[in-house]
């Protein structure tokens, strides 16, 4: 399973995360995506 991470969670989280050998995304490193509605991001 892969999780995405919103906007406002920390990029820290995210790089923890990796770290411990979870599939996960942030949203800040997703530029095109960054401000759009959680609807439009998850479909």
């Known amino acids: ?3 995405l991470l919103d906007a406002m969670d920390p990029r820290r989280l995210a790089e ?3 770290a411990g050998g979870h ?3 942030a949203v800040v490193e997703m530029p095109d995506v960054i401000g759009r509605a959680d609807v439009e991001v998850v479909c």
Request: cysteine-free; hydrophobic content about 65%.
């Open 16 to 18: 923890r995360l990796f």
């Open 23 to 25: 599939d996960v995304v």
């Open 1 to 3: 399973m892969r999780l």
